[in-house]
């Protein structure tokens, strides 16, 4: 079993609808968790960190964690097609990141 | 801005040589990762270090090297480059802490190896 699992896509969606990322992780002590964003031939960036169960959101994003399912969420609210991108989950409870594969999201317009 | 830099974009090697990869931070982090990413495979962890002269082995070690001489440096050493080490190479640093710190890693070098 893959310590971060991802769909690896393409998720295609329109512009304006709500996109939904999901990440399953192995490691019940896991106490972070971040989600990046790679854009192709780019290095990830950091769009989300969470750490605690519920939601948590910042502008069009929403991150959402339940760690008694092992489960993170990132929804993305109004598309754009400038965010088709790679996103990846990395879960962490020392200062090391394990990295899921990441799921390809399209937004056609 | 946290800026992380590597010495290479793009880099083609011959098989057998020794490779060198720099990545140089900025900020005064502590910590400092490098990263093998491949198609379906994802991030890889092959080193890392959390303070200078110090190392620790990642997921992947076998077939690489690091040197951390000064805290804002880390190389990575391919001692005798093979084919299967053909991949893109990104470093990140972050400050010590909780596990709760961001990484910020670096544009990445896309390595080829002949």
């Known amino acids: 079993q893959k310590e971060v699992e991802q769909n690896s896509g393409p998720l295609s969606v329109p512009e304006g609808a709500i996109a939904s990322l999901n990440c399953t992780y192995s490691?019940?002590?896991?106490?972070?968790f971040f989600w990046y964003r790679q854009y192709s031939g780019k290095s990830p960036e950091l769009i989300m960190s969470?750490?605690?169960?519920g939601d948590k959101e910042d502008g069009r994003f929403t991150a959402q964690l339940n760690k008694a399912s092992q489960y993170v969420s990132l929804l993305i609210r109004d598309s754009q097609p400038s965010d088709s991108a790679t996103y990846l989950c990395?879960?962490?409870?020392?200062?090391?990141?394990?990295f899921g594969t990441g799921t390809r999201l399209q937004v056609f317009p | 801005d946290v800026k992380v830099t590597q010495s290479s974009r793009y880099l083609v090697k011959r098989t057998g040589e020794k490779v060198f990869l720099e990545c140089v931070q900025d900020?005064?982090?502590?910590?400092m990762f490098w990263y093998r990413q491949d198609p379906g495979l994802g991030l890889r962890l092959i080193y890392f270090?959390?303070?200078?002269?110090?190392?620790e082995k990642g997921d992947i070690p076998e077939g690489y090297s690091v040197s951390r001489e000064k805290k804002e440096r880390f190389s990575l050493i391919l001692e005798s480059a093979s084919t299967n080490q053909t991949s893109m190479y990104l470093c990140?640093?972050?400050?010590?802490?909780?596990?709760?710190?961001?990484?910020?890693f670096g544009p990445g070098t896309r390595l080829l190896v002949l």
């Open positions: 990140a640093s972050s400050v010590a802490g909780t596990g709760r710190e961001t990484q910020y």
């Open positions: 490691d019940r002590g896991s106490q972070s």
């Open positions: 969470i750490y605690s169960n």
């Open positions: 990395a879960v962490s409870n020392t200062d090391k990141l394990i």
């Open positions: 900020m005064d982090h502590e910590n």
């Open positions: 270090s959390y303070d200078v002269k110090m190392k």
